[in-house]
């Protein structure tokens, strides 16, 4: 059993969970990723790493409560344990002195570019961290990304904080800031990935994202993690997470990622209570 | 009366609104607080309009329409306060996605993200797409908000059961509070606090159970947001069909639209009157119907007992195995169980199953069974049912009617009645939501029962005496029940009986003189070669008979049948059953049956065909009903004459509780609504000693805790229930359990926490 450290909510549906995990602390490295249960017999899910202490061997989980195994999680409280921790899974994020690199973030997205915009910065490169969410009270993490970043870009849909609008204003803010991009970095939501692909486009650069599809072991044995890239069929789990999105096969992995719409609403509704897991 | 509304005249009828005229004549007002079946609120002020002569800007809900008045709805500054209301609506309101660039792409692009904790915008919320607000912003027009966003982060409250509420989504526009207060006469809802603080719930911050709710869902039905979001289908997504149907839990089978998407029920809504109609449909027809249809035990092909473990097999093969089982098998070696849910064409093809094919008329109900030996002439006095009867009796007597979760529409009328000045009385253990407008509330009887009940209609010329299912268990409920019947044929009274299930007058009038005494008989006579249990395969030990063929459409208890027969579930077939006043109500069908499941007639039909029978063709359930009679007579049921039982003992001194039994005879198909519903449970669980909260907090226990419950020699422990519906000294206890046995019921006994 991994023991939870701590467990509280950051804003509406999103997470922070610390939890115990020495052997996966030790090793884990920006972009990675672990397997968790959030009870014996459950759901394994996959969740990115948002930051990790290697002395304390405890890791910092940010998640989304979008189901069944992730409203577990979330009420979950200090002192409990999870049945299944394991990682670190998936390549890290390449890490280079690549010049500017603009990080987008949005959701639990947020909580996983922290370590990829500290390492970037720590690799000498000047790094521009935009994070995005419907209004001011979903926003998080921004003082942690300051000092992390050169510049910190706030977007939400309702302009109650920074710039109004969504990422299709991204370039022109930039332009605006007279920011070029070396390449960016974007991690959330699939929404937000794949028109971050679309936008960014015309710049030429690589636009990496963290793949996000349903995933049992991780470990390249099932397969319910692929893709199609570059006209190749990958794993999410062994060949990535993190893949240039611009030759993501979107579509596919849209279809793949709502195969089980139906099934997943099997435990939510039929339950009866939302709250006895 | 005439008036001009924006340069037209229009015709409206004295004493309604400026919003009502305008509607009638085609002008569209935005509101969000009206509704057709509420008083005026004036709470969301969109609906201001300018009246020539009038200062300011009225809002055209609360002012009446008067002769020759000129009324203007749409002027620009009309159009710019309404933008100016709705963006101060709305600066509390997660709004973000109705003024989002990326809305369209993100509405068609929706994956798994929408499952989420709490609602943060209309992609997230369970009322994308049928929401009012939505559509008034659309039709207002708003591109942004001026003011600052407060999002108040109010923790969501998910633990009461079938629905969920998040005031974060809330703009009190008290809809809720009027129809729990007006409609449904119940109060559990208010607004709480002040100003930005403001939210809706029960006082003193019980939760709704504590608080007396029923769980009707009449709030959800007008709630013009996401705030209440319906536990069973928060997710499910707007219904791509809408059937009109019936209910199938009680006898009332109340109307009700069946909402279906992808050929899977999804929800249920009281019958559609052009609005979003309010709250006549009692917790089970509301919230349990999905859960029900769609449970987990549900089959979805038959299935064979073969050596070595259970096979699943093709329909044609179960058909083939079970006219095999049925070979040569003739008159007592075959027995029947029958649910009382079933529809009449279910049990007319069943009837002419036993009787013509099997020569058999070993025909009983389990459930009807668990109604005791007073059901006889409860169902006598039930053939008298007029529902109109409430409207026009003088003295309402209510005896062992529990209205808080069934029975609503009859509760409504009862307590409309009540509110008009009409005598009402109340006899029974629970203090149930009609208790406030009762003038006299009594204990049922123990002795002189003809005497008490003459006493209370002694003034009345009208009575009618209102009898709900609980009055069939107390040890006198023959005696209770003579005096009625006494009453109705010498024509002093006139009475209704509440049918707690939803075809038990067919079941009767069907096959009520063939009903053996005693289901539970023919599951311990091992002398039955074939026990053909349809829909009604009580749990327990495996019964006697050498094979067991169990169709349903849920699962059997665990390794007690042979053979495992599909049926279609609710809302899969179309159907008749004969309703509380006798009249045939047609249950139509919303969906297809699951896997490869049927209608019961159809497998029956199927296995008489393949045992060599030609006259079991039917092409459908209207062929069935025109082989049937036109109308039914009664018939006694045989089994149930001439049983008594002792009379009710009085209450010893140092047993200072009285406890209530009876069993769990909210059902669907033979099985408990409180196994199939865990809401439904949490409501009104099996098991469990329901208690007065003050009582329980004297003893010390709160819910779950165990307690031993001793009355003399006998003893058994139970966990309790707190529940305000019990008065103090009053226990009920649900069990289907008869090891749970007290020398009387209700008895007198003594309560210790373990």
Request: glycine share 10%.
């Amino acid at each position: 059993m991994f023991a939870i450290v701590e467990s509280q909510p950051l804003v509406p549906n999103l997470y922070r969970m610390v939890v115990e995990a020495p052997p996966v602390a030790a090793q884990v490295k920006p972009g990675q990723f672990v397997i968790v249960q959030a009870v014996e017999f459950g759901e394994r899910i996959p969740l990115s790493v948002a930051d990790w202490d290697a002395e304390a061997g405890t890791l910092t989980l940010i998640f989304m409560e979008v189901g069944k195994t992730t409203s577990a999680l979330a009420a979950k409280k200090r002192g409990d344990a999870l049945p299944t921790v394991v990682g670190p899974l998936g390549n890290p994020t390449v890490i280079e002195p690549f010049g500017s690199v603009v990080c987008v973030a949005g959701c639990y997205g947020i909580g996983s570019i922290l370590p990829v915009a500290r390492a970037l910065k720590a690799a000498g490169n000047r790094v521009t961290v935009a994070i995005e969410g419907r209004s001011a009270y979903l926003l998080y993490g921004r003082e942690a990304l300051r000092g992390h970043c050169d510049t910190l870009i706030e977007i939400t849909r309702d302009g109650s904080r920074g710039f109004k609008g969504h990422i299709g204003r991204l370039p022109e803010i930039l332009r605006e800031k007279g920011v070029t991009a070396d390449r960016f970095i974007v991690n959330g939501c699939t929404f937000l990935m794949r028109r971050a692909s679309q936008v960014f486009e015309p710049a030429g650069v690589p636009v990496i994202v963290s793949l996000n599809p349903i995933m049992i072991d991780g470990t390249g044995m099932c397969g319910v993690c692929r893709l199609t890239y570059d006209g190749k069929m990958k794993f999410a789990c062994v060949d990535g997470p993190d893949f240039d999105g611009r030759l993501v096969d979107w579509e596919e992995f849209l279809k793949r990622r709502k195969q089980y719409v139906d099934e997943e609403l099997i435990p939510v509704h039929h339950t009866g209570h939302t709250r006895c897991y | 009366m005439k008036l001009v509304i924006d340069n037209r005249t229009v015709e409206a009828p004295e004493g309604t609104t400026i919003l009502d005229a305008a509607r009638h004549s085609g002008v569209a007002i935005p509101s969000l607080c009206s509704h057709p079946e509420l008083t005026p609120y004036g709470g969301c002020r969109l609906c201001i309009v300018e009246v020539e002569g009038m200062r300011g800007f009225p809002t055209a809900c609360t002012t009446r329409a008067e002769e020759g008045m000129t009324v203007r709805t749409v002027t620009a500054e009309i159009r710019q306060l309404r933008r100016e209301v709705l963006q101060l609506i709305l600066s509390e309101h997660p709004a973000s996605c109705l003024m989002c660039e990326e809305a369209e792409a993100c509405a068609s692009f929706q994956t798994t993200i929408r499952k989420a904790g709490v609602t943060t915008g209309c992609r997230t919320c369970t009322n994308d797409g049928r929401c009012d607000l939505q559509e008034v912003v659309e039709s207002v027009g708003l591109e942004e908000i001026a003011y600052p966003i407060y999002y108040r982060n109010i923790p969501v409250e998910k633990d009461d059961p079938f629905y969920d509420r998040d005031y974060n989504l809330c703009i009190l526009c008290g809809r809720c509070v009027r129809i729990c207060q007006e409609v449904r006469m119940n109060g559990t809802l208010a607004f709480k606090q002040r100003g930005r603080r403001t939210t809706i719930g029960p006082a003193f911050d019980r939760s709704h159970l504590e608080a007396g709710c029923e769980f009707c869902g009449a709030c959800l039905s007008v709630c013009p947001t996401g705030t209440l979001g319906e536990k069973g289908r928060k997710w499910a997504g707007a219904p791509d069909a809408t059937t009109a149907s019936a209910c199938p839990f009680c006898g009332l089978a109340c109307d009700l639209q069946i909402l279906a998407r992808k050929d899977t029920i999804i929800g249920t809504l009281p019958p559609d009157t052009g609005t979003c109609s309010g709250g006549t449909l009692c917790v089970k027809g509301r919230f349990c119907v999905p859960e029900a249809a769609n449970h987990p035990d549900r089959l979805a092909g038959p299935a064979a007992r073969v050596e070595g473990g259970v096979l699943g097999v093709p329909m044609e093969e179960a058909i083939q195995r079970a006219a095999g089982l049925l070979k040569g098998v003739e008159g007592g070696a075959f027995a029947m169980l029958l649910s009382p849910d079933l529809s009449l064409e279910d049990l007319w093809v069943a009837g002419r199953f036993a009787r013509e094919v099997m020569k058999s008329d070993r025909l009983a109900s389990t459930a009807v069974e668990a109604l005791g030996p007073a059901v006889g002439p409860f169902l006598e006095v039930a053939a008298g049912n007029r529902l109109a009867d409430i409207g026009e009796s003088d003295c309402i007597v209510a005896v062992g009617a529990d209205f808080s979760y069934g029975f609503s529409p009859i509760a409504l009328r009862i307590m409309a009645e009540a509110r008009s000045g009409r005598r009402y009385i109340r006899v029974g253990a629970i203090e149930d939501p009609t208790a406030k407008l009762a003038r006299e509330s009594h204990p049922h009887p123990l002795a002189q029962e003809s005497a008490f009940l003459e006493h209370l209609i002694a003034s009345a010329h009208r009575p009618l005496f209102v009898l709900g299912p609980d009055v069939l268990f107390p040890d006198n409920a023959e005696a209770v029940l003579a005096a009625v019947r006494n009453f109705t044929r010498s024509g002093r009274a006139k009475a209704l009986a509440l049918l707690p299930h939803h075809n038990l007058f067919g079941l009767a009038a069907l096959l009520g003189d063939t009903l053996e005494r005693g289901a539970s008989a023919l599951l311990n006579d091992g002398a039955i070669r074939v026990l053909y249990c349809l829909e009604n395969l009580p749990g327990g030990p495996r019964p006697a008979a050498v094979s067991v063929i169990h169709q349903s459409p849920f699962r059997p208890p665990a390794s007690s049948a042979d053979l495992v027969l599909p049926a279609a579930g609710m809302g899969e077939a179309p159907g008749t059953v004969l309703t509380l006043d006798g009249q045939p109500a047609v249950v139509r069908q919303a969906v297809g049956p699951r896997g490869t499941a049927l209608p019961d007639w159809k497998i029956l039909s199927a296995i008489a065909t393949a045992m060599g029978r030609t006259d079991f063709n039917y092409a459908d359930a209207g062929e069935i009903r025109r082989e049937m009679p036109p109308s039914f007579a009664l018939k006694p049921l045989r089994s149930l004459e001439g049983q008594t039982r002792g009379p009710a003992a009085a209450p010893p001194a140092n047993q200072p509780f009285l406890l209530h039994r009876r069993p769990p005879y909210e059902s669907f198909r033979g099985v408990a609504l409180n196994a199939l519903v865990p809401g439904f449970a949490d409501l009104l669980p099996s098991g469990h000693i329901a208690i007065n909260p003050g009582d329980a907090a004297r003893l010390g226990t709160t819910d779950g805790d165990i307690v031993r419950v001793e009355a003399g020699g006998a003893a058994a422990e139970f966990p309790v229930k707190p529940s305000p519906r019990l008065t103090p000294g009053t226990l009920v206890l649900i069990h289907a359990d008869p090891s749970a046995r007290f020398p009387s019921n209700p008895c007198a006994v003594n309560l210790r926490r373990r």
